[in-house]
């Protein structure tokens, strides 16, 4: 998938489907989601995962940090891209894994926990150094850091996750100017 045609569903398509469990992927099967976050698995029944998404329709991003059985370091891009090509993307808090995927031209989120105002400073700086096409914030239920993150960094898209459980807080990210929330939430899937 161009960089493009990402930011362009994702304005579209504010809701992304995060899966915990293997089981999860029956769920999204008749939902008209394009883009799943794959916050487990491991390196056995990843491919298997990703083709039953792909072959839904649905780009999936694995969170390449919470992936079992391989090392959480730059050559996980590379494996990627030989894996899955540009049909797969990569969710990551890791600079080193997004600055690799970013040559690579994969998709790539960068997760950011913004936990008190030293990591905020420290996550801009990292952010503005490694462009990632898009940022997921943690916990999202923080529209105030979301305002400011998009004041600093207005080109790229802001993702909310992390204890979304209702529709007034997708609104809430939504009018702080993300572009989309990440939930587990099932019934937060079809809004």
Same mark, same amino acid.
């Given at each position: 998938?161009?960089?493009?045609?990402?930011?362009?569903?994702?304005?579209?398509?504010?809701?992304?489907?995060?899966?915990?469990?293997?089981?999860?992927?029956?769920?999204?099967?008749?939902?008209?989601?394009?883009?799943?976050?794959?916050?487990?698995?491991?390196?056995?029944?990843?491919?298997?995962?990703?083709?039953?998404?792909?072959?839904?329709?649905?780009?999936?991003?694995?969170? %390449?940090?919470?992936?079992?059985?391989?090392?959480?370091?730059?050559?996980?891009?590379?494996?990627?891209?030989? /894996?899955?090509?540009?049909?797969?993307?990569?969710?990551?808090?890791?600079?080193?894994? +997004?600055?690799?995927?970013?040559? /690579?031209?994969?998709? +790539?989120?960068?997760?950011?926990?913004?936990?008190?105002?030293?990591?905020?400073?420290?996550?801009?700086?990292?952010?503005?150094?490694?462009?990632?096409?898009?940022?997921?914030?943690?916990?999202?239920?923080?529209?105030?850091? !979301?305002?400011?993150?998009?004041?600093?960094?207005?080109?790229?898209?802001? !993702?909310?996750?992390?204890?979304?459980?209702?529709?007034?807080?997708?609104?809430?990210?939504?009018?702080?100017?993300?572009?989309?929330?990440? %939930?587990?939430?099932?019934?937060?899937?079809?809004?």
């Amino acid at each position: 998938m161009r960089k493009s045609e990402f930011l362009e569903t994702l304005e579209v398509s504010p809701i992304i489907a995060a899966i915990k469990k293997e089981e999860d992927l029956n769920d999204l099967a008749d939902l008209d989601m394009p883009f799943v976050f794959v916050l487990s698995s491991d390196i056995v029944r990843l491919e298997a995962i990703v083709k039953k998404l792909q072959k839904q329709g649905k780009f999936p991003f694995v969170h %390449t940090d919470m992936l079992t059985g391989m090392a959480s370091n730059p050559i996980l891009a590379e494996y990627f891209y030989k /894996k899955f090509g540009n049909s797969c993307g990569i969710l990551t808090t890791k600079k080193a894994i +997004v600055e690799a995927a970013v040559r /690579k031209d994969i998709r +790539v989120v960068q997760r950011v926990f913004l936990i008190d105002s030293i990591s905020i400073e420290a996550n801009i700086r990292s952010l503005k150094k490694n462009e990632p096409d898009a940022i997921e914030v943690m916990p999202g239920v923080i529209p105030k850091e !979301i305002r400011s993150l998009k004041k600093e960094m207005p080109h790229i898209p802001i !993702i909310a996750g992390g204890l979304i459980e209702t529709k007034q807080e997708i609104m809430e990210v939504l009018k702080a100017g993300g572009v989309a929330v990440s %939930t587990t939430e099932k019934n937060l899937w079809t809004l």
